[in-house]
């Protein structure tokens, strides 16, 4: 029987790719598995430590100065409305009195039977970012900012990054971590 130039072409290319089907189908397909995303605040991460209470079980809590007083603020009006607690490079501002950065949890709005509040964030000029912020009750309990239970910001400026949701009354401390060390401000969520 003869078989044309065309028809072996056919055949051969046919084996061929009956060849490589075959041995495809006893191999395991390959699979790529997501890389995990580094954690750009790794090197941030420091232990998180709540504030304890004084002997008597009382709240230290953090005294401040008006905000536009703050190394580096913008748009505060001087000595009325939001103040800035802290001793260190970053502080939040918060409205309250500068005796006692101190709350209520019973007059602030609710969501999901959370207390929350508007905080600005003030960075001093020189402070190196990225800058980490978390918050931890001196009982353990975790607050949460609007984008989870952490808190970036990015350097020096005046950051309005929104609320933190408190879950209930207590003494909560502000842990921020930044390239210069960590500093912690206390506030009281009262009932």
Do not use: N
């Not at 699979?31 to 998180?48: F, N």
């Not at 800035?84 to 502080?91: I, K, L, M, T």
């Amino acid at each position: 029987m003869y078989i044309g130039k065309g028809m072996q072409r056919s055949i051969l290319v046919g084996l061929a790719i009956a060849s490589i089907l075959s041995a495809c189908a006893g191999a395991p397909f390959a699979t790529v598995s997501p890389s995990p995303t580094p954690d750009r605040l790794a090197d941030l991460r420091r232990p998180l430590q709540a504030t304890e209470l004084s002997s008597s079980g009382t709240c230290p809590i953090a005294h401040g100065i008006y905000a536009a007083e703050f190394p580096g603020s913008q748009g505060f009006a001087p000595g009325i409305g939001y103040v800035a607690y802290g001793p260190g490079p970053v502080a939040p501002a918060i409205m309250a009195s500068p005796e006692a950065a101190a709350l209520s949890f019973t007059k602030m709005p609710k969501q999901d039977d959370q207390a929350f509040e508007k905080i600005i964030w003030l960075v001093a000029p020189g402070t190196v970012g990225p800058i980490l912020v978390r918050v931890i009750a001196a009982d353990g309990s975790r607050a949460k900012f609007m984008s989870g239970s952490d808190l970036e910001l990015a350097g020096p400026g005046t950051h309005p990054t929104g609320y933190v949701y408190f879950p209930k009354p207590g003494c909560y401390t502000f842990q921020v971590d930044h390239s210069h060390g960590t500093q912690r401000i206390t506030v009281l969520v009262r009932p």
